[in-house]
Structure formats: structure tokens, C-alpha cells
């Protein structure tokens, strides 16, 4: 997969202010090689959100190890089930297997949003 645009790297960044705003969630994206299990390594980056990790949402993506991996802080998993996070996981992972990075973040971005803002 090519690497990002510059606008789509906007794009992405737009996505996820627009999550913040509508939300009050954090949201953080992490493009890049998992070190380690994935699973703990993406808690491990979700963690070094510092103070805002509790109402916090990371969407880690490592294209070459091929995960993908949601995590939620305290606050943040009040507003979105895991359930939730799995059905945005498979239509995001669908994108990106289609070659569409950042269209797979920026919906992913929205559908986390969409989910947090109904509760």
C-alpha cells in the first residue's frame, strides 16, 4: 500500500477532530509496525495517552503485520461496546484490503463517533 497523501493526511486529521467535537472522546490513530503482541502493544501506546486515556479512543493500524487493533479508555468504553468496535474494525479492514487507507480511517473515525454519539 502507497503511502498517504498530504490531503489525505487532512483528511484523516479533519475526521478526527470532527470524532472529538461530536463525541468529547480523544481520539488518537497509530499508523505503524506493532512491537510486540498487538494487542499489547496498542494498549501500551492507549496508555501513553497520559491523562486523557480514560476518555480516550486508539485505532492502532499495522499494515505489514496486518492488525488492527481498537482500544478504549474507562470513559470511553461507557459510550462504545466492544461489540461496536468490531463491526468498525471489519468495515475498516475491509477498506484497507481494498487499498483505501485513509477512506478506512476517515469512515472508521465517523462510525466511532456515530456509535458514541447515540448513547
Do not use: N, W
Amino acid at each position: 500500500m502507497r503511502a498517504l497523501t498530504p490531503l489525505q493526511i487532512d483528511d484523516i486529521r479533519s475526521a478526527r477532530k470532527a470524532a472529538e467535537a461530536r463525541t468529547g472522546l480523544r481520539f488518537a490513530v497509530y499508523l505503524g509496525r506493532a512491537e510486540g503482541p498487538r494487542r499489547e502493544f496498542a494498549e501500551r501506546l492507549h496508555g501513553a495517552l497520559g491523562d486523557v486515556a480514560d476518555r480516550a479512543v486508539l485505532i492502532m493500524v499495522d499494515l505489514e503485520g496486518r492488525a488492527l487493533e481498537i482500544v478504549t479508555g474507562e470513559r470511553a468504553r461507557k459510550l462504545l461496546t466492544d461489540g461496536e468496535c468490531r463491526l468498525v474494525a471489519v468495515s475498516m479492514a475491509a477498506a484497507f484490503a481494498a487499498g483505501d487507507l485513509a477512506g478506512g480511517l476517515v469512515t472508521g473515525l465517523a462510525a466511532l463517533a456515530d456509535c458514541a454519539a447515540r448513547v
